[in-house]
């Protein structure tokens, strides 16, 4: 039975010998009508195999994207609006030094939820104001020297004046002032959110 | 050079001219196949199909996953909840997985139909062992979701390695990286899953389609390809690849790959069930005393793998005999797949219990599904009170931790401190107890049950029963104070 097959498949290979030249091929032997016939069956062929190509592809790359799409990611206070976190009692909040914090800081990235310690300081002179210790410019965090009673810039030496205000460049604006308030005894605030990242939201859904 | 010539190299294109890419498609494209365009030849084009979706959708699926004790699951329960196409890709990962052993065996029944295993040896033994490798990619990727499914079958895995007379305790060993199944065996089995093994099953195809070239007759004088006979093939490869992919996408879109629960919080007396492709080793091992169940699980797949890799060298007098004969040993492994997986089936559905179970566990897989996704929260580092605060919070943590742990019961000391050391500190080859209950499985419950019947919990068998040798409140004594380790 193979034997036969295959004798078939000899005969037809030596009754119209098919030369492969690039895209076009010439059927040798043949009328040109029949050869326009099988010119269109052989667009036909090429097209089917495309076609499942492109939609496989399609749908897989479909699905690639959405799944790949990046995600908002949020911190505490977007979460909460009224997210207050505690960060000193008013009563080690005396005096006239400024005072440094770190605060946790709630960071929700897709499938986790970790902290991050942000500095903040309290200026317990001008009222328990609090300023993030985030240099406007380049995201560095500030220090307070105390000698000269300025918050200074280790990357790129802005310095700005013990309200937050700016002295000298290159940051282009002072120090962020944070939201605070006081319960029961404690300064708290409402913590900032990092550079604010303008991206799809969270979706959910299948398929 | 003339202008015939010029005007020939332009057309021929930039990259034609400077790289090898005409002669890697002619080289693609130029294997003579002798016999006629045919619908049975179309699971070669399956098989490729599938190995690009698994391709494809691992790479995706890696972009989140987190191979370790504490994310895996959340990862992945992310993927299936909160993201878009996550669930539908997933889906096609896993059932993928197992349709894929399943169109290369069909590929081979093909193969050995037409008498191409005595024809193209080397091309029959790539996909034996291609074949091999998608089964071993199964295995690993199984226990990735680490959910009580993939869980158990990893415990139930390493079990298995373990039973095997003097390498048995070092296989296990080096098959989960360490005593016991835990976050190193899942970062084994992830560098397994995405690495070693597709690295090998790409290997493999790039092999088979570039240098493992065989016709099955003597090439001709003119190594003419058949374009009309390719142009045919390929139409047909397409339309079935084509009606695959819908199949498999709409199934994939209507039943989400099951994810249970994190493997923590998987309830006592789970049932677990391998993936589709080895439910025929599992209803195997179920016949077989536990002494030889290793031996049976190993040999078994090797020996049928072994005759599918050796099947070209079956001679016979006569070429229709020669057939006969490597159908009928196809057919025979074949049917012994397929008839224990369906008994397994047949068996899970007829067991009134076992029915109960499974159907209360892919309710439990639903009801997780259903439910909204909760992020993995760190601990917070909560540094709030610099000086005094933390100072008075960690002199209570180190209150906590120096108290000294009450001492053991008396049963313990009786009957279990021969082995586990009177702290249940553990003794040379019997593991300590230590911090046993921040394990997933080993609640004070689940202690209990393991007094009764270790083996139940997947234990090795070195440790005996004692559900006979100790009252219900000595158990319960024994338990409440190894939690509390």
């Given amino acids: 039975m193979c034997c036969a097959r295959r004798e078939i498949a000899n005969r037809r290979a ?74 000193a009692p008013l009563t080690e909040l005396q005096g006239t030094r400024v005072v440094g914090r770190t605060v946790p800081i709630e960071q929700r990235a897709g499938w986790s939820v970790t902290f991050k310690n942000r500095m903040v300081f309290i200026l317990p002179p001008q009222n328990n104001l609090v300023l993030s210790a985030v240099c406007p410019h380049e995201g560095c965090d500030v220090e307070w020297l105390d000698s000269r009673g300025e918050f200074i810039c280790p990357c790129h030496d802005s310095r700005f004046a013990a309200d937050g205000t700016l002295l000298t460049g290159p940051a282009k604006s002072g120090l962020t002032k944070i939201p605070a308030r006081v319960v029961e005894g404690v300064l708290e605030i409402q913590p900032p959110v990092d550079a604010p990242i303008a991206m799809l939201p969270e979706t959910r859904g299948r398929g | 050079m003339s202008d015939a010539d010029d005007k020939d190299e332009t057309r021929r294109g930039w990259l ?15 294997e003579p196949a002798t016999g006629a365009a045919a619908w049975t030849r179309t699971f070669a084009g399956i098989v490729a199909l ?97 959910d009580a499914r993939a869980f158990f079958s990893t415990q139930v895995a390493s079990n298995i390695a373990g039973g095997f007379p003097l390498i048995g305790p070092y296989t296990r060993a080096w098959l989960v990286g360490g005593a016991d199944v835990s976050t190193l065996t899942l970062s084994r089995f992830y560098a397994l899953h995405v690495i070693v093994v597709p690295a090998a099953l790409l290997l493999t195809v790039v092999a088979r389609l570039f240098v493992f070239k065989e016709s099955s007759a003597p090439l001709t004088a003119s190594p003419m390809f058949d374009c009309a006979w390719a142009r045919a093939q390929l139409t047909r490869n397409s339309v079935v690849i084509g009606i695959v992919f819908a199949a498999l996408s709409v199934y994939a879109g209507m039943h989400p790959a099951p994810l249970g629960p994190a ?28 002494s030889v169940a290793s031996m049976l699980a190993l040999f078994v797949p090797g020996i049928l793998l072994g005759a599918l890799a050796l099947l070209p060298l079956l001679n016979a007098r006569s070429k229709k005999l020669r057939r006969g004969l490597a159908l009928s040993v196809f057919a025979s492994g074949t049917l012994l797949v397929a008839g224990l997986s369906l008994i397994s089936y047949l068996e899970d559905a007829r067991d009134p219990r076992i029915r109960e179970r499974l159907a209360a566990q892919s309710r439990q897989e639903e009801e997780f599904r259903n439910s909204p996704f909760v992020p993995l929260r760190a ?48 003794k040379s080859i019997y593991p300590p107890l230590t911090g046993v209950s921040r394990q997933p499985r080993r609640a004070v419950e689940d202690i209990i049950a393991i007094i009764n019947n270790p083996s139940s919990y997947g234990l090795e068998q070195r440790m005996p029963s004692f559900a006979n040798k100790l009252t219900e409140e000595e158990k319960r004594a024994i338990a409440i104070w190894v939690a509390s380790l």
């Fill in chain 1, 14 to 87: 030596s009754v119209a010998p098919v030369i492969f030249l690039e895209r076009e091929f010439i059927l040798a032997d043949r009328e040109n009508s029949v050869e326009v016939r099988d010119k269109l069956r052989r667009r036909i062929l090429f097209w089917i195999p495309a076609a499942v190509f492109a939609s496989v592809s399609a749908t897989l790359a479909a699905a690639a994207f959405r799944f790949l799409r990046p995600r908002e990611q949020t911190g505490a206070a977007r979460d909460q609006p009224s997210g207050w976190t505690q960060v």
């Fill in chain 2, 16 to 30: 034609v001219r400077r790289t090898a890419v005409e002669a890697v498609l002619t080289n693609l494209l130029d």
């Fill in chain 2, 50 to 146: 599938l190995l690009a979706i698994q391709l494809f959708t691992g790479v995706l699926l890696a972009f989140y996953y987190v191979p370790s004790d504490g994310s895996a699951h959340a990862t992945v329960a992310y993927m299936e909840k909160a993201l878009a196409g996550g669930s539908f890709l997933r889906s096609l990962h896993f059932y993928g997985s197992q349709l894929l052993p399943l169109a290369i065996v069909l590929h081979l029944a093909g193969m050995c139909w037409r008498g191409a295993d005595r024809r193209k040896p080397v091309g029959w033994l790539v996909n034996v062992l291609l074949l091999s490798l998608v089964l071993a990619n199964g295995a690993t990727g199984y226990s990735l979701p680490w």
């Fill in chain 2, 263 to 290: 493997a923590e919080s998987a309830p006592a007396g789970y049932l677990p069930r391998p993936g589709a492709q080895f439910i025929w080793l599992f209803q195997l091992l179920k016949y077989a005393p536990a």
């Fill in chain 2, 379 to 426: 601990t917070t580092d909560s540094r709030l009170f610099d000086d005094a605060g933390s100072k008075g919070r960690s002199a209570q943590d180190q209150t906590g931790a120096l108290t000294t742990p009450s001492a053991a019961p008396a049963a313990f000391l009786n009957h279990c401190a021969k082995c586990h050391g009177e702290n249940g500190a553990g």
